[in-house]
């Protein structure tokens, strides 16, 4: 392994490391969530927002940007560090994690959250919308990724084997499914 790529996973395990304090001093503060599917998402996420995804908190819209769904959405408080660190909206939002009129309740809410580009809650239905996007960007030929996060009870949940199959017959190579296998 290069020098470079040794410095590129101390940095990400450091960031990792701070965003789970934040997501700690979170909940605590809330009173409520769940630690955690925060916390076992940690490094996935850490790693696809500040090394591998395409975005730009600047413009949250932009068309070209990679989408990313945290089909399990109780592990959102992991999902609001990075978004905060990244820059989407200012880190002091934190410290209203699920009170009323946040930004951040206890699930991601596209409509509300910056950054968010799925509102979840539900299990299992993260990668069905993860494929409707990858195709939908097939079609318009577009070259952006779609990551889904899963957790690893959701895939209980039929949907979620009839969207693989999907993803299988329409050849989205463009669509990447990242299972938190935990263990709970």
Known sequence: MSSHS???IVD????????????IKMIYNAKSGHPGGSLSAADI???????????????????????FILSK???A??????????GFFPEKELNTLRSIGSILQGHPDMRKTPGVEMTTGYLGHGLSVGVGMAL???LDRKNYRIYVLLGDGELDAGFNW???????KYHLDNLTAVLDLNGV
């Open 6 to 8: 040794e410095k590129l």
């Open 162 to 168: 009839e969207a693989a199959m999907a993803a299988n």
């Open 12 to 23: 990400l395990a450091e960031k990792a490391r701070n965003l789970r304090i934040q997501v």
């Open 45 to 67: 996420v850490t790693a696809l927002y500040f090394h591998h995804l395409n975005v730009d908190p600047t413009r949250p819209h932009w068309s070209e940007r990679d989408r």
């Open 136 to 138: 939908g960007a097939k």
């Open 73 to 75: 959405g109780h592990a």
């Open 77 to 86: 408080p992991f999902l609001y560090a990075a978004l905060a660190e990244r």
